[in-house]
């Protein structure tokens, strides 16, 4: 592979203090060559790549694993989808070199000290990466374009809306035939970043029917059934009729499944594309410093024409700390996953390339990584 000039120029920066670096590890870096050759594609780059978590990215990292790899035939990359929950926590105990999860390191549950602790010689960043439009997906025969506000949203999914031709249902699709059926909620059985954007989402901009604190478990309260994984959740609407779900859109393309127009903050019911949960993540603030590029997502925005529920899915890991074949094996796959080539790979698989203006701030992190 040939990535940008620029990309390979700026990762030879530090790369030679890479075999110094690290905790207690002082093996030589893999195989000896640096970030800037792996990006180009080097034979002489070897190692392996432990990883784990968000499912939400298992089909980008499928893609990107594919694609270096090629270039890179001395290196293994391992990704376990075990979900962002666990994959954090595999993380801050120190048995995969980075962690992907939908949602940055939770200030609450104590995870920036641990991962940080994790680290020892630097700090835990938080990289977004990738785009992870989130929808809400649907099995209702006969049934095309459903629209859907955020209150009505969260009464679905708060158990308080139980039929398909429910008032509030009718109200956001006045034209609509709706049947009687019993709607089937499901969500999340597992710790999930997508649960815990979702449940962002639907505190945000529904706060009188969505009681419950955003969090990665699904609150037991809201009820519901419950499938494990993206892949539990897509196959769990496919198969049943009156079905109700939110799930990324790869895995809802993949799945053929119907995808619902959401109402953003101005009372526009949006249809999801890239382009839409775009407008939503330019918008977005960076609330973490230096390096750590953690996002504050207005789940409410009123920008014209774009979709409100989105994630963006991060990859979790030191910015110093790990052993000197770890960082240079990472350093070189973000370097790939971060550059032009890497983000158009994602084109087609249900998710949305970065913004160019959040996207050079990524690139800037992933070169301080040693």
Request: a negative charge; glycine letters at 10%; proline letters at 5%.
């Amino acid at each position: 592979m040939k990535y940008a000039g620029r990309l390979a120029a700026a990762t030879i920066v530090g790369v030679l203090s890479l075999a110094a670096c690290g905790t207690d590890d002082n093996t030589s870096t893999a195989g000896g060559t640096s970030s800037a050759a792996a990006a180009q594609g080097d034979d002489t780059l070897k190692g392996t790549i432990n990883a784990a978590g968000s499912s939400a990215q298992a089909n980008a990292i499928a893609e990107w694993k594919k694609n270096f790899q090629s270039s890179n035939p001395g290196v293994s990359i391992n990704y376990n989808p075990s979900g962002s929950g666990a994959g954090v926590q595999a993380f801050i105990q120190g048995t995969v070199a980075f962690a992907g999860s939908d949602s940055a390191l939770n200030d609450e549950k104590g995870e920036p000290a641990q991962a940080d602790a994790r680290c020892k010689t630097g700090k835990a960043i938080n990289l977004p990466m990738v785009t992870g439009p989130v929808a809400v997906v649907y099995n209702l025969p006969g049934v095309d374009g459903l629209q859907l506000s955020p209150k009505t949203i969260a009464g679905i999914f708060n158990s308080k809306i139980t039929k398909w031709d429910d008032p509030a249902i009718k109200a956001d699709n006045p034209d609509a035939q709706l049947p009687s059926t019993a709607i089937q909620a499901f969500h999340r059985s597992d710790e999930s970043g997508t649960s815990d954007n979702f449940t962002k989402f639907l505190k945000a901009t529904a706060d009188a029917d969505w009681p419950y604190e955003p969090a990665k478990a699904w609150p037991a309260e809201a009820q519901g059934q419950g499938a494990k994984g993206s892949d539990g959740i897509a196959s769990s609407i496919k198969s049943t009729e009156g079905a109700i779900s939110y799930v990324e859109l790869s895995f809802a393309e993949n799945s053929q499944l119907q995808k619902a127009k959401v109402a953003n903050g101005a009372g526009e019911y949006v249809e999801l594309t890239p382009e839409s949960a775009g407008k939503t993540v330019e918008a977005a603030e960076i609330a973490g410093t230096g390096n750590d590029l953690k996002l504050k997502i207005d789940y409410a925005t009123k920008a014209a024409g774009a979709y409100p529920i989105v994630l963006v899915t991060y990859e979790i890991t030191c910015e110093k700390g790990l052993s000197a074949e770890d960082a240079t094996l990472v350093k070189s796959f973000l370097t790939y996953t971060s550059s032009d080539e890497g983000q158009q790979a994602l084109t087609g698989l249900g998710y949305a390339p970065l913004p160019s203006s959040l996207l050079t701030k990524v690139r800037t992190a992933v070169e301080a990584i040693s």
